[in-house]
């Protein structure tokens, strides 16, 4: 069975994720995208069209010295939305980050439009990032 075309477009999108390849993001990613981001750190809050998303990415492999990753443990999709089930670790001083991710997100003609990050520990994803 074939893997559906929005999971494939959540592999292109954790693979660029990865390398650091916005140009491949800024493909995936539709302009006036929404990244949503829960919590109380100074990263929560609500990130619109390129500029922010981006922003919010570089800001958050800033505070973690380069150290952050998603690591991709599974993918769900169906015609509207998809889901990426990931691990994130990080490092940030003396501070570790190590909690799963469920990314939600709406993909419509082909791009990411909205995305939801669901933390497993908010508690710890905010300590983090604070």
């Known amino acids: 069975m074939a893997e559906h075309p929005n999971a494939q477009i959540m592999r292109r999108a954790n693979k660029a994720f990865s390398e650091g390849d916005i140009a491949a993001l800024k493909e995936i990613i539709a302009e006036d995208a929404v990244w949503h981001v829960p919590g109380k750190s100074a990263l929560a809050g609500d ?16 505070l973690s010295g380069g150290t952050f990753k998603a690591e991709l443990h599974d993918i769900t ?4 939305h998809a889901v990426n089930l990931d691990r994130l670790t990080g490092t940030r001083g003396e501070k570790a980050l190590d909690i799963n991710l469920a990314l939600v997100v709406h993909i419509k003609d082909g791009k990411i439009k909205d995305a939801w990050d669901v933390f497993t520990d908010l508690y710890a994803w905010d300590d983090f990032c604070s």
């Open 47 to 62: 990130y619109r069209g390129h500029e922010e998303i981006f922003g919010f990415f570089g800001k958050l492999m800033e």
């Open 77 to 80: 999709a169906s015609d509207k």
